[in-house]
């Protein structure tokens, strides 16, 4: 059996949550393969609203079972939080998730080097959640890291003291104060005691070698699905450069990530917007930030489901598509968010950029450091509601013509039109 991969094909915060909670159905097994508590994965339904940071998408179905891959980096903390938000309500988290031994956690020290970071850019700074993201990926690359697999071992204490000391040696470097710096609302001592709380807690989770428990799992014809964080244009060679993450977030990185042959990858569906966000800084050719950005990030509410910071909006970049679908040889496209284009009389699509005065359509080294202006044309919108459509024939014409448009221009079918954030609210196509 393969496994097949879902991801986004942009600058995250595509909906990949959604999309993993309608097609966990039809598979025994949903598991992360890389980013962290930066990822921000919403899922709607029975007028319920969550949002999951860490652990995979398919945890809402009672018979899928969900793994957190070994390219994860995990928070205690936060995924402690996010446990018992869903047991409140009823969700089952127990035998249901599994973490891979070799995933790494995050240090409360790992957050304070994070904003030490990116005070020190000034005003190159790249955006960060604050996570602790780069940081841990940068002691995982540097041999430094701490794995889950470690918790139970007896040096594990001397481990987490080490590092933090190291931590705070090269946040004193910068002159920084983390005396005063606030994580979730809380000083430095008491964010690490709920953290080594939270460290009791999940090390009652199952944690397992996870490139062997997938590996047969598949042999024995478990189904799978590989669930990616961020986008595309966030991956850290790819991606718009530095302006990205810490992880690979292209197809390649469920090989890395989950410990799978590529022989082993199956369909990839790539997710994407019928407009495009990114959050924080870096490279957005077709923004958009007159009235048309601003009445996208009103409709679309768009902020961040991790940092609640406003989304900058702009219009469908083909050129980016395209090469996102070339990194990661998607097979079948999801548009998202449809309905936010319900009230335009005309729809913006990029075709190509205008760079140094020459007509391009695919992005350049230089796309990290220079402006690429866009080439658009137009589309007609379709000037109605689509919410309660959930039938491809009686969607708007307009609207067809869009999604027939976008495949041929990419030459990768449209499975689905997302109309509404609750899973009910989808167009099979």
Known sequence: MKADVLLGLQWGDEGKGKIVDVLTPNYDIIARFQGGPNAG???EFDNKKFVLHTIPSGIFNKNSLNIIGNGVIIDPFIINKEIENLVNNNIEVGDNLLVSKKAHLILPTHRLLDAAYES???KDKIGSTLKGIGPTYTDKTARNGIRIGNIQRP???NKFRELKEKHLQIIKSFGFDYENLKLDGLGLKHYEEKWFDAIEKISTLTAIDSEYFINQSLNSNKTMLAEGAQGTMLDIDFGTYPFVTSSNTVT?????????????????????????????????????ESGDGKKLRIDGNEFGSTTGRPRRCGWLD??????????????GLFMMKADVLNDFEAIKVGIKY??????IDYIPFEASYENLNPVYIEK?????????????????TELAEYVKFIENEVNVPV???????????????
């Open 252 to 288: 390649a990185g469920v090989c890395t990530g989950l410990g799978i042959s590529p022989h082993r990858i199956g369909e990839v569906f790539g997710i994407f917007k019928a407009y495009c966000t990114r959050v924080g800084s870096g490279p957005f050719p077709t923004e958009d």
């Open 380 to 396: 007609p919108g379709w000037k109605t509601n689509i919410n309660s459509i959930t039938d491809k024939t009686i969607m708007p």
């Open 354 to 359: 205008d760079f140094n005065g020459e007509l």
């Open 155 to 157: 040096d594990f204490l």
């Open 318 to 331: 083909l050129a980016a598509l395209k090469y996102s679908i070339m990194l990661n040889g998607v097979t």
């Open 415 to 429: 499975k689905m039109v997302s109309v509404g954030p609750d899973r009910s609210e989808t167009i099979e196509m």
């Open 41 to 43: 994965h919403t899922i």
């Open 120 to 122: 020190a850019k000034g």
